[in-house]
C-alpha cells in the first residue's frame, strides 16, 4: 500500500463523523470534464453570469449551448471508484454527510440518500422556473433548443427557465448552505476531494472544519491554496487513492 493510501486509512480508521467535499474533479474518470484542468470546460468557454442570464438573449443562448455540450457527457456517466468509496464510507456511518459542488447527481446515483448529500450549486439534472420555481425535465428543453433554437420559457408563468444549478452570482441555496456549515461544524474529518478550492463561499468550508478543531485532508491531483491549512495534502489520482483507502473497486 502506498503511503498516501496508508495516511489516509489510518485517519479514517480513528474518525466517526467524516464530511466528504467534492469538486469537479471526481467526476472526471466519469468522463465528465472539470472547469478549471488543462482542457477543462473553462479553456474553452467562459461562465455566464446569473445577471446576465436574466437580462440577455445572447447569454441564454451562451448558457444552453454550454449545458448542451456538457450533458453529452453527463447523460451517459456512471459513477466511479470514487464515487463507490464515498458511498461504501457512507453507508458504514463513518461518513455523514457529503457536501458537493457538483451538479451531475452521480453521488446519488452511486446510492447515497438525498439527505446525506448537499448540493452547494444546485442539480443540473434538471430545469427550474426562475420566478415560480416550476421543475422542468432537461430532454424536451435540450431537444427544442438544439431543433428549433428555441429557449424555455415558463409555461405556467411565462418566467425564465434556467438549470436548477447556482450561476456565478447567483445567491447560495439557504437550506444547502446550513445544512453543510451544520455537518461542518460537527465532523471530526473533513476530506476535500477533486477541488481546486478557489469558488466562494464552498471554498470556506474546509478552513471551517479546520477551525472548529476538525482533521482536514485535501486529495488533489494539484496543489491548492489551501493546502497549508490542511494535515494531508495528496496530490494523487481521486479514484485509485480513495479506492485502494476504503477498499472498494
Ligand atoms: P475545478 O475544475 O475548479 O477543480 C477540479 C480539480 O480537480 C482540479 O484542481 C484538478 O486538478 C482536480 N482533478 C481533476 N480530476 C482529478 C482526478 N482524477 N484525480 C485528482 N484530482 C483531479 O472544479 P471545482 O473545484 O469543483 O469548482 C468549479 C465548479 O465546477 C463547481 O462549482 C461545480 O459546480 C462545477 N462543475 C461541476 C461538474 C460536475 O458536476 N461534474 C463538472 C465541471 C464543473
Ligand atoms: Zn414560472
Redesign the pocket.
Known amino acids: 500500500m502506498n503511503k498516501a493510501v496508508a495516511e489516509l486509512r489510518q485517519l479514517l480508521e480513528r474518525s466517526t463523523r467524516v464530511v466528504i467535499f467534492t469538486g469537479a474533479g471526481i467526476s472526471t474518470e466519469s468522463g465528465i470534464p472539470d472547469f478549471r484542468s488543462p482542457g477543462g470546460v473553462w479553456s474553452q468557454t467562459t461562465p455566464v453570469y446569473f445577471d446576465d442570464f436574466v437580462s440577455s438573449e445572447a447569454a441564454r443562448i451562451k448558457a444552453w449551448t454550454q449545458k448542451l455540450a456538457m450533458e453529452r457527457n453527463i447523460s451517459v456517466a456512471d459513477p466511479n471508484r470514487g464515487h463507490r468509496a464515498v458511498e461504501r464510507l457512507v453507508r458504514l456511518g463513518k461518513v455523514t454527510h457529503v457536501i458537493t459542488q457538483n451538479i451531475d447527481g452521480l453521488h446519488q446515483l452511486s446510492g447515497i440518500a438525498d439527505t446525506q448529500v448537499i448540493e452547494l450549486h444546485g442539480n443540473g439534472t434538471y430545469a427550474k422556473?426562475?420566478?415560480?420555481?416550476?421543475t422542468y425535465e432537461l430532454k424536451p428543453i435540450l431537444e427544442a433548443f438544439e431543433n428549433e433554437a428555441r429557449l424555455p420559457?415558463?409555461?405556467?408563468?411565462?418566467?425564465?427557465?434556467k438549470t436548477a444549478t447556482i450561476s456565478f452570482g447567483q445567491s447560495m441555496p439557504e437550506t444547502q448552505m446550513r445544512r453543510a456549515q451544520a455537518a461542518t461544524n460537527a465532523c471530526d474529518l473533513f476530506i476535500a476531494v477533486g477541488s481546486s478550492l478557489v469558488v466562494y463561499p464552498a471554498a470556506g468550508f474546509p478552513v471551517v472544519a479546520k477551525q472548529r478543531g476538525a482533521s482536514l485532508v485535501i486529495l488533489n491531483r494539484e496543489p491548492t491554496e489551501l493546502d497549508t491549512y490542511a494535515d494531508l495534502v495528496l496530490n494523487e489520482e481521486i479514484g485509485p487513492t480513495l479506492g485502494d483507502a476504503v477498499g472498494v473497486n
Open positions: 422556473c426562475l420566478d415560480c420555481h416550476r420559457m415558463c409555461t405556467q408563468c411565462g418566467g425564465l427557465v
